[in-house]
């Protein structure tokens, strides 16, 4: 599979604020997924976006396949959106690869 | 749809047992897999299927795994024997092809001890 890399590893937030994560991968991808682990430990499908620009509501996720990346925003963060996020890829072997994640929490 | 099931949640057993994780795909979905979660490794692929068909079970840490697909609708995951390292999260996931989007799972926490 491909190597994924995620940044950054942590990242503290007060409720309202703005933050952008950022993914990198190894090489061309069929499929590119952002999840969001909540604190129940249930993987939540973000998006499904190997490339373009996709929106839903707070949340907007942008993937640039040709230069091997994928942002996700957070917009006016809500003490729900406290988890880890993962994101992770396809590539021509069909084998999804996971990043580390970052981890989000949002402070009231 | 109901999204992916499995069972049990959680399942605590002892060294030496035969653990049995089983998963039902959503319906339509012809690509299936296995994955574990762990603090040092994080998630990994152990194993998928295509049309109830084992395609890469390269993941599969040891001869103690195997996977079965019976049918469209129906997995399994047995550990024979458990070790205390096999404790873990334990996700199955489906999807219409491995290229397209992957549902995954509440995942069963497994404890070995």
């Known amino acids: 599979g491909i190597q994924v890399e995620q940044s950054p590893p942590d990242l503290i937030l007060q409720e309202g604020a703005n933050s952008t994560l950022r993914c990198n991968f190894s090489?061309?991808?069929?499929?590119l997924q952002w999840f969001h682990q909540n604190p129940w430990g249930q993987l939540i499908n973000l998006f499904y976006?190997?490339?373009g620009t996709k929106q839903n509501g707070r949340l907007s996720a942008t993937t640039v396949a040709t230069e091997r990346y994928s942002l996700l925003y957070i917009s006016s963060s809500q003490t729900t959106d406290s988890g880890v996020y993962f994101c992770?890829?396809?590539?021509?072997?069909?084998?999804?690869?996971f990043g580390a994640g970052t981890t989000v929490t949002v402070r009231a | 749809d109901a999204g992916v099931i499995q069972s049990p949640r959680h399942e605590v057993t002892e060294m030496g047992q035969e653990v049995t994780l089983r998963c039902k795909p959503i319906?339509?979905?012809?690509?299936l897999f296995w994955y574990r979660q762990t603090m040092m490794r994080g998630l990994e692929l152990l194993i998928y299927f295509n049309n109830n068909v084992p395609i890469d079970d390269s993941g599969m840490p040891e001869d103690r795994f195997s996977a079965k697909m019976p049918n469209a609708s129906f997995s399994t995951l047995k550990i024979q024997p458990s070790e205390p390292r096999d404790s873990a999260v334990y996700f199955c996931?489906?999807?219409?092809?491995?290229?397209?989007?992957?549902?995954f799972g509440p995942g069963t926490r497994l404890t070995v001890t």
């Open positions: 992770a890829g396809v590539s021509n072997d069909y084998k999804l690869s």
């Open positions: 090489d061309s991808v069929n499929n």
């Open positions: 996931a489906s999807s219409y092809h491995p290229n397209y989007e992957q549902y």
């Open positions: 976006i190997p490339s």
């Open positions: 319906s339509g979905h012809n690509s």
